[in-house]
DNA sequence: TGGCAAGCAAATGTCTGACAATTAGAAAGT
DNA sequence: ACTTTCTAATTGTCAGACATTTGCTTGCCA
């Protein structure tokens, strides 16, 4: 690990970067654990609370994991799938809330990505995931159901349709690009007939699922990419 | 912003939390300044060293910078693309190597995403972005190009593709998957043969793309998975 | 009046020392 | 053998001090 600081970055910056490095590299390796605050302000000649404040920019990154105690320390953390998803979720949503990314653009990036699955979601969707999507098409159907619930149980049949796939990679790649859409899709005003369009389009991409018949799937998946833009335009249309 | 810190985790932990949640649900909007220091340290009742280190992991995701001086202080960070690319890039990177995911899952979530791409792609691609393109397949043709070179080649190759769709959602959900595949490929011992049908797969697919034909460039992607997971096969097995 | 320099004030960056809280393991006692 | 107690190591928190950076004010001088 290199020890030495010069740049005209903060020293945490410095700190954490180094560390972090190693354990890209690889000389820091999973649940090892790093030397303790003090030795590391011996080996960086630093102060201890610069020390704290770049273990804590690590963690914050799920980096490492910090334990208090005799025996504790600092850890270099396994990334877990679970971490990893709500980092992908907070970076994706405040990229696309902050940038103005028109609506357009995520829409047809989310549909691209979940198309990509649909062709593997076709072959291996278990019991359990076509049964959460049908449990949500009908939560969708339910009279009173508000615009936001409705949207976070479309949020919940993507992700069911992306978890078919059965590749935990690709659920991760996906996950920021469904679950950040929803602060946008919530911007819209559903009318009952809206609903019913879409439900009717869940339903068929799960039957289309169930029946193992990707190219339904994509078909019907374009028909909703279209249904989404269209309710879009004319959401903000009446907006101004 | 809830001031009120109970739980059991650590007050800079709940603080940090306090604060990104206000920053995610938008009472604190982008370039906004956040109350000083040793104004957060009253609001929250604890020492300045808590509320650094709070701020600190907030930083290390992006969310807030800091300026030092006068008018300095920490202000809520529009999220870039760039510092975007770079989170998921490392986050995707570490996910793959510490979780022993199997090249298989990674190769095809990789290629299931960027065969969504191509259609787009084949659409949308710029003279510029086909020549980026046509540069790398020249590079990658060189001899005497090292593993890693041709690896890294590679990488920017398939960048150029993604960008091709002309959506930096896309390219931003992409990052991760491309490059975080590439520790994984530099396992690989690359003959001249395995180079040259690669080489020879680039290329179709860039004259597909240049025709704009999606077909074709998706076919050429759909080989191209094929022939890296036949590579990588032996690679292991050889290991082994 | 205009410009320049010095100084001031506010803010973050860093260091030091102290104490609190937690925890594993050693030591002691039964 | 078991339980209790003690101890040492380590992170978490606080307080105070000083360093550094930077925008703004003030005052001087031409």
């Known amino acids: ?52 404040e770049a273990l804590k920019r690590l963690a914050a990154q799920n980096l490492i994991r910090t334990q208090r105690g005799a025996a504790g320390g600092a850890f270099v953390n396994r990334m877990s799938f679970e971490e990893a998803y709500d980092q992908q979720i907070t970076t994706s949503t405040l990229l696309l809330s902050m940038n103005r990314v028109d609506f357009e653009t995520a829409c047809e990036a989310r549909y691209a990505l979940e198309r990509s699955c649909a062709p593997l979601s076709a072959q291996r969707r278990t019991p359990d995931q076509l049964a959460t999507m049908r449990a949500e098409i009908h939560r969708q159907s339910q009279p009173g159901l508000t615009d936001e619930a409705f949207c976070a149980s ?23 690009a469904v679950e950040a859409m929803q602060p946008l899709m919530n911007m819209i005003t559903y009318t009952q007939r809206d609903r019913d369009r879409i439900i009717a389009l869940h339903s068929q991409i799960a039957d289309a699922l169930e029946a193992k018949d990707a190219a339904a799937a994509n078909a019907r998946l374009i028909d909703l990419e279209t249904e989404t833009l269209k309710l879009a335009k004319s959401a903000f249309a009446a907006r101004r």
Request: charged share 30%.
């Open 154 to 176: 479309d949020v919940a049949f993507h992700r069911a349709l992306v978890d078919g796939a059965g590749n935990p990679v690709l659920s991760y790649q996906l996950a920021g």
């Open 1 to 52: 690990m290199k020890t030495d600081l010069n740049e005209n970055e903060d020293l945490s910056t410095q700190i954490a970067e180094a560390i972090r490095d190693a354990i890209i590299e690889g000389s820091l390796i999973v649940d090892q654990r790093l030397p303790s605050e003090a030795e590391l302000c011996e080996k960086f000649d630093v102060g201890r609370s610069t020390v704290r």
